[in-house]
C-alpha cells in the first residue's frame, strides 16, 4: 500500500506522532501499518468558535502541541520548530 511504502524506511522504534483538525483516531491507525507507537492528537468535542490559530491552541493541535508531543516522546533530546 502506499502507506506502507511511506512508512517503510522508518525505523520501529520511532514513534509517529499524527496530527488533524479532526478527531485523533482517524489518523492513529497510521502506526499499525508497521507496528509504530502512535500519539495521536486531534479534536475530540466539537462546537467551539474563535480564529483557526485559538482553535487549534484550544485543541492542542497548534505547533507548540506538536512540539510539546514531541517532547514527551523524547525527553532531554532537543526539539527544533522548522518554520
Do not use: K, M, N
Amino acid at each position: 500500500s502506499h502507506a506502507e511504502r511511506l512508512l517503510e524506511a522508518l525505523p520501529s522504534h520511532c514513534t509517529l506522532i499524527t496530527v488533524i483538525d479532526g478527531h485523533p483516531a482517524t489518523l492513529a491507525w497510521l502506526g499499525a501499518v508497521a507496528g509504530h507507537r502512535t500519539v495521536p492528537l486531534g479534536v475530540e468535542h466539537f462546537g467551539q468558535t474563535g480564529t483557526i490559530a485559538d482553535l487549534y491552541r484550544h485543541f492542542g493541535i497548534d505547533a507548540d502541541a506538536i512540539v510539546r508531543a514531541a517532547s514527551r516522546i523524547a525527553p532531554g533530546r532537543p526539539i527544533r520548530l522548522l518554520a
